[in-house]
């Protein structure tokens, strides 16, 4: 009897194994499957939803290009062109130049000129300034064209144009103007406009010369020593202003005295003696610092003075101050016109 129940027992258990390896296939294959299902639909759900942001994308695209067309419409334009402001301004073909305005500003800045930023952003406001600057005053001034573009160099420093400056450097060199000249321009600046405004204007002469490869530092060019610069400097005073020079020391005030023996060595002795530009230049040069500054007009009627008697007549003085006006304006040319005494 207890043998058949045990086998009885067996055979049930083998019963219950056979049901519960059956059940485990079964839910391995109904997992198999959710797997499938899932799968299946993940990829239909992906597929779907790319093809939804595709369609977004061009119905976005679309009502940009519509709204954009529709733009188009109402205001006339056509598609813009990124070159069409180059296109349109080389070599200033629709810039509303006279025939010499243009020809000075290709010999000057070369036949790209109307490619360069104020052409390009500010186009009304360049042709006033250059058919003015480069036709209208050039046909009332009969200075020699490399010492007008000094002269002006001369007024933009005093003045304070840095940017201009550069431009009509390049426009002296291109011109045939020597380094040496420039840079005597800027050093007899100096005592007239101070170390703080002249300082830049070296520097930035140094940066074209760099650019045009042109080597550094120049020959020197001083005459005088520490010894002798106050007497030498006394002397270019007196042959511009004559007598008047050793007068004026003599009454100046004893606290004063100091000042005036500066003027002999330092501005004088120290640049007025130089080579690289003549006196009757240097004379005419100073008259353009002290206009072009404003605020000096003692100074500049003393200034007339020295230029009439070195031989910078009147008319040379007006000549002057008109191929001025596009660079310090109309009141201090007025005012030094003012000072110039009449013929």
């Known amino acids: 009897m207890k043998g058949a129940k045990m086998s009885k027992q067996s055979e049930k258990e083998r019963e219950f194994s056979s049901d519960f ?6 839910r ?12 299946n639909s993940r990829r239909k759900f992906i597929k779907t939803s790319a093809k939804m942001a ?3 994308t061009l119905s976005v695209f679309a009502s940009i290009n519509l709204n954009a067309c529709k733009s188009d419409e109402k205001s006339g334009s056509k598609a813009h062109n990124p070159n069409q402001n180059n296109l349109n301004s080389n ?7 006279t025939n010499t305005a243009r020809q000075n500003l290709e010999r000057y800045f070369g036949a790209d000129f109307a490619r360069g930023e104020l052409a390009q952003n500010d186009k009304e406001f360049f042709e006033s300034y250059a058919n003015f600057a480069f036709d209208e005053v050039l046909a009332h001034t009969n200075l020699d064209e ?8 001369g007024a933009l420093i005093a003045t304070q144009g840095v940017s201009e400056y550069k431009n009509m450097l390049e426009a002296a060199l291109n011109a045939g103007v020597l380094p040496v000249q420039v840079k005597e321009i800027c050093y007899q600046a100096t005592p007239y406009v101070g ?13 074209v010369f760099k650019k045009h490869q042109i080597a550094l530092p120049l020959p020197a060019q001083s005459t005088t020593t520490r010894q002798n610069r106050v007497q030498k400097g006394l002397e270019t005073q ?10 004026g020391n003599a009454a100046a005030p004893a606290d004063e005295k100091h000042i005036r023996t500066f003027l002999s060595g330092h501005c004088f002795g120290d640049f007025y003696t130089r080579e690289g530009l003549d006196l009757r230049f240097r004379e005419l ?8 500054l404003g605020g000096a007009d003692a100074q500049v009627k003393s200034h007339i003075q020295g230029n009439l008697g070195i031989g910078n007549d009147r008319a040379r003085l007006i000549a002057t101050l008109t191929a001025l006006v596009p660079y310090i304006g109309y009141p201090r040319v007025l005012n030094a016109l003012g000072a110039i005494p009449k013929a």
């Open 54 to 56: 595709s369609l977004a």
């Open 285 to 292: 040069l100073t008259f353009v610092f002290l206009a072009s």
């Open 146 to 153: 490399k010492e007008r573009l000094m002269l002006t160099l």
């Open 195 to 207: 170390m703080g405004k002249a300082l830049e204007f070296i520097l930035a002469t140094n940066e």
């Open 238 to 247: 007196r042959a511009i202003f004559g007598e008047a020079i050793d007068k």
């Open 28 to 39: 391995g294959d109904f997992q198999s499957e959710i797997q499938n299902t899932c799968q």
């Open 21 to 26: 390896q059956n059940a485990s296939e079964f």
């Open 91 to 97: 070599k200033g073909e629709t810039m509303n130049l």
